[in-house]
């Protein structure tokens, strides 16, 4: 079993719509989580950290639920500009700085 | 300004080849890494250096050399190169900070390798 699995989709959603993906992880010592965004030909770029009690940027929620090992990103009011992939990725305890990405879940935003 | 900046962009050469991939990083980091993105996308570390020491070494090839003349610098070289070395590496830095895991990885912008 992979470490972190993701849905690679891709979600084609109309603007404005509500989407959420999930992952869902292995290690359930695992220490961290976070959401990555890579655009296209792009390198990653850290969106957002997820914290036990959940958290909320703007249009985004991510959420975390260690009884089912998964974390979650909700994104509301799709933009155009959010069409990426979104890697979900996290921390294993003790492992010295070692992230561990999953493969991605692509979005595609549409008019 | 670039922060984490990896030369070159595209290196297209033949199989049997040595090159090398240079990154350096402005941020003041003190924690730098290399990853792998492959055809599928999976993005995989293959070393990380904390100050100028190695402190991970995942299952690469040892064709694969990593150098850190400095913890501002990390540069990849690669000898005898194969047809599966094809990818995207990614250089990336974090700042470690003692007794938290929120470090985020500030990447540069990939070098496309292809082996031909």
């Known amino acids: 079993r992979k470490e972190v699995e993701q849905d690679p989709g891709p979600f084609n959603v109309p603007e404005g719509a509500t989407v959420a993906f999930n992952c869902t992880y292995s290690?359930?010592?695992?220490?961290?989580f976070f959401w990555y965004r890579q655009d296209c030909r792009k390198e990653p770029k850290l969106l957002m950290s997820?914290?036990?009690s959940g958290n909320e940027d703007g249009r985004f929620t991510a959420q975390l639920n260690r009884a089912s090992q998964y974390i979650s990103l909700l994104i509301r009011d799709s933009k155009l500009s959010d069409s990426a992939t979104y890697l979900c990725?996290?921390?294993?305890?003790?492992?010295?700085?070692?992230?561990?990405f999953g493969t991605g879940t692509r979005l595609q935003v549409t008019l | 300004d670039t922060a984490v900046s990896q030369t070159p962009k595209y290196l297209v050469t033949q199989m049997g080849n040595d090159k090398s991939i240079k990154c350096e990083q402005n941020?003041?980091?003190?924690?730098m890494y290399w990853y792998k993105q492959d055809s599928k996308k999976f993005l995989k570390i293959m070393f990380s250096?904390?100050?100028?020491?190695?402190?991970i070494n995942e299952t690469v090839p040892n064709r694969f050399s990593p150098k850190s003349p400095d913890k501002a610098h990390l540069n990849l070289h690669i000898n005898s190169l194969e047809l599966g070395d094809s990818a995207v590496y990614f250089c990336?830095?974090?700042?470690?900070?003692?007794?938290?895991?929120?470090?985020?990885?500030?990447f540069g912008n990939g070098t496309r390798l292809t082996v031909t």
């Open positions: 250096y904390n100050n100028k020491e190695l402190i």
């Open positions: 990725v996290m921390l294993p305890t003790g492992t010295a700085s070692k992230l561990t």
């Open positions: 997820v914290y036990s």
């Open positions: 941020l003041g980091h003190d924690t």
């Open positions: 990336a830095s974090s700042q470690e900070v003692e007794g938290t895991y929120n470090s985020p990885l500030h």
């Open positions: 290690n359930s010592a695992s220490q961290s």
